[in-house]
């Protein structure tokens, strides 16, 4: 399972022309799944997200968690992190998990990360999404279990 967080000032997810998520202060999470993934990488990447320290402090030092701030997320499924691009000039998707295993762990690590205090919304599996994303510093984390 791969995770890609950006820290944002604000973002939203639109489908159709239509807003289905939208957050202030905190993150973006563009969450992929691969082969083999489940409970164990899920659990995993919630709980790091949820206590990793990429706000500032008072003095300007990455010391506080989104818990910390009190921030919101966004989870995004994005299947193209499992992009292979080492042959040709087309990515090969077949590391990343079919949607009938990928959708139920994206909403189980959604479930988790909810467990932990996060306020969370989500993009819409599958849909075509306009992903506006205002990242904050920029401050982009690659995470992977």
Do not use: C
Request: hydrophobic share 45%.
């Amino acid at each position: 399972m791969r995770a890609l967080l950006q820290r944002v000032r604000s973002a939203k997810v639109t489908v159709e022309d239509k807003t289905i998520a939208g957050i202030g202060p905190g993150l973006v999470v563009l969450l992929g799944v691969g082969h083999g993934d489940g409970e164990e990488q899920a659990s995993f990447l919630a709980e790091k997200i949820a206590n990793l320290r990429v706000f500032e402090d008072g003095e300007g030092k990455t010391n506080l968690s989104i818990l910390d701030v009190k921030g919101q997320a966004i989870v995004v499924s994005q299947f193209t992190l499992y992009a292979d691009t080492r042959k040709g000039r087309r990515p090969s998707f077949i590391d990343a998990a079919l949607p009938e295993v990928a959708a139920p762990l994206v909403d189980r690590f959604v479930e988790l990360l909810r467990g932990h205090g996060v306020p969370v919304q989500t993009g819409q599996f599958g849909a075509h999404m306009l992903v506006e994303i205002h990242n904050d510093g920029p401050f982009t984390v690659w995470l992977e279990k």
